[in-house]
């Protein structure tokens, strides 16, 4: 079932391909013969250009940010697993205080 759906999406995806380019074909050919059309189609065109430099940057803004997000994510794991380590080693030498207690008490006892 996966792969039909992929296939689906890949013929999609060429087909939205096809149509941009007849687009672009008749957009170039009406231009040639109005200057008023070959004018639009040059902002259009640097609009275009705008989006896609103000995407990029997006992009690696959001890039940045999730390393950021990550190194801190595991920085916390870190800490959290010395804390646990920490925490098992206080409660391994208490345990061993009281039994070190509980003997001396015997012995004196």
Excluded: P
């Amino acid at each position: 079932m996966g792969q039909g759906v992929i296939e689906e999406s890949e013929a999609g995806a060429s087909q939205a391909a096809a149509q941009r380019a007849a687009a672009i074909g008749m957009a170039t050919s009406e231009a040639a013969r109005d200057a008023s059309v070959a004018e639009e189609s040059r902002a259009f065109l640097r609009e275009q250009v705008a989006l896609a430099k103000l995407q990029k940057q997006n992009l690696l803004d959001q890039n940045a940010f999730e390393l950021s997000h990550l190194r801190w994510r595991r920085f916390n794991d870190q800490m959290k697993g010395a804390m646990q380590m920490m925490t098992s080693s206080l409660l391994d030498l208490n345990a061993a205080d009281t039994v070190a207690l509980a003997r001396m008490r015997a012995m004196h006892g």
